[in-house]
């Protein structure tokens, strides 16, 4: 199972709707460096405001996402982070370093915009 | 298996990024109605770029998707079309009257916005 990923104009919108188990998010890492590369992407916006649980691999692989669409070229943003999934990556001891976040898909893309003019 | 749906300002965005079976149409249906009544979103925007295969049933339902969302005061409008796709709908003499469609999704965007300036 994959998760869509949409393009529009020069950015990627993923809204992750699914519950994420490590080979989805490991096909979804593959999918999204893919889509960048194929569309010439400048930013990407992830929005998780329907998943409810991270654990730690996932985690991992979201981290990972950013610095790789980094190191292609393209911002990441991740948004909707819920409540309970900030607290559970708080507690575990997470730390997504240096990723941007915003509160919904609207600031994410108001977000990226402002990354991609520094 | 649910079709994720992204919210934006006024707009809602659907990528259709899986194999249409008559169970997850209707599924499909219901969840735009409902999230357009949530939103309050005054347009949608269903992108069918990566849908290779359509029979007269997804086709009715699809079409019944913006008659109802009319009814609802929201304007629909079906992007990416496929070659084969069209063909099979005229082959098969399915007419989707009326029904707003544009290239891709950045073009769907524009029409919805001139539709929504009427």
């Known amino acids: 199972m994959r998760i869509p990923i949409l393009k529009l104009h020069d950015y990627l919108l993923i809204s992750v709707q699914v519950e994420l188990d490590d080979q989805t998010a ?3 890492q593959e999918d ?4 960048i590369h ?3 992407s400048r930013g990407v916006v992830i929005d998780l405001t ?11 692989v979201l981290g990972d ?3 790789m669409s980094n190191l292609m070229g393209a911002r990441v943003v991740l948004t909707g982070i819920q409540p309970a ?3 559970t990556l708080i507690d575990m001891g997470i730390v997504l370093d240096d990723v ?7 600031q994410g893309l108001d977000r ?3 990354e991609l003019e520094d």
Chains 1, 2 share one sequence.
């Open 100 to 106: 941007p976040t915003a509160l919904d898909l609207e």
């Open 32 to 35: 999204v460096l893919e889509k």
């Open 65 to 67: 996402v950013v610095d």
């Open 26 to 28: 490991l096909q979804f």
């Open 85 to 87: 999934v900030a607290i």
């Open 50 to 60: 329907s998943v409810d649980m991270i654990d730690s691999f996932i985690a991992k």
């Open 112 to 114: 990226l915009q402002l």
């Open 38 to 40: 194929e569309e010439g």
